[in-house]
């Protein structure tokens, strides 16, 4: 099983950028999936998830800003970032809880991508 991120790069203040977070393998079911993000120096923080059914949580920092989605068909959780603050340059890294065909879960990260928010 892979992640595979997306989607970030350099982007002024106030702009918007959209994460995408494609899983690949064998994959039986995919249940929550979530970005944290992570600057260096400091630990990697918890962004958003989202569960099977569609609920979902945000940490404070992101809450009317930040927007998590999936499309289960394709096996990938999105994260829509409006109003961009200096303060949420880091790296992005998706997360998910993925049961394989032999029926065994476990958690897979992604490989991280890029955001960067400056003038």
């Known amino acids: 099983v892979q992640l595979q991120a997306s989607g970030g790069g350099l982007v002024q203040p106030g702009g918007s950028l959209r994460l995408s977070c494609a899983a690949s393998?064998?994959?039986?079911?995919?249940?929550?999936m979530e970005w944290y993000r992570q600057v260096p120096g400091k630990q990697r923080e918890f962004v958003a998830r989202i569960t099977t059914s569609g609920s979902t949580n945000y940490a404070d920092s992101v809450k009317g800003r930040f927007t998590i989605s999936r499309d289960n068909a394709k096996s990938t959780v999105y994260l829509q970032m409006n109003s961009l603050k200096p303060e949420d340059t880091a790296v992005y890294y998706c997360?998910?809880?993925?049961?394989?065909?032999?029926?065994?879960?476990?958690?897979?990260w992604g490989q991280g991508t890029q955001v960067t928010v400056s003038s």
């Open positions: 997360n998910a809880h993925i049961i394989g065909l032999a029926r065994v879960a476990d958690n897979y």
């Open positions: 393998g064998s994959i039986f079911s995919i249940v929550n």
